[in-house]
């Protein structure tokens, strides 16, 4: 369960940085990521003000348009 969790993070990580190109795989890691934020945050008020960086916001945005072009 732990290396399938990294591997999440890791995909997202190397899309940011320009390792890895923009595919399917990064917005599927990335949704994924986002929904166990969310539970989180329900989980527990403590991760309230949690959130992802503002690179990978910018992501989410991209998916988004993506989406909708």
């Not at 997202?12 to 986002?34: Q, Y």
């Not at 945050?41 to 348009?65: C, H, I, N, W, Y």
């Amino acid at each position: 369960m732990i290396e399938m969790d990294s591997n999440h993070y890791q995909i997202v990580t190397e899309s940011l940085n320009g390792k890895r190109d923009l595919d399917e795989h990064t917005f599927a890691s990335l949704g994924v990521l986002a929904e166990r934020l969310e539970r989180l945050k329900q989980l527990d008020g403590a991760f309230e003000g949690v959130s992802f960086s503002p690179a990978t916001q910018e992501l989410m945005s991209l998916e988004r348009a993506l989406h909708f072009a």
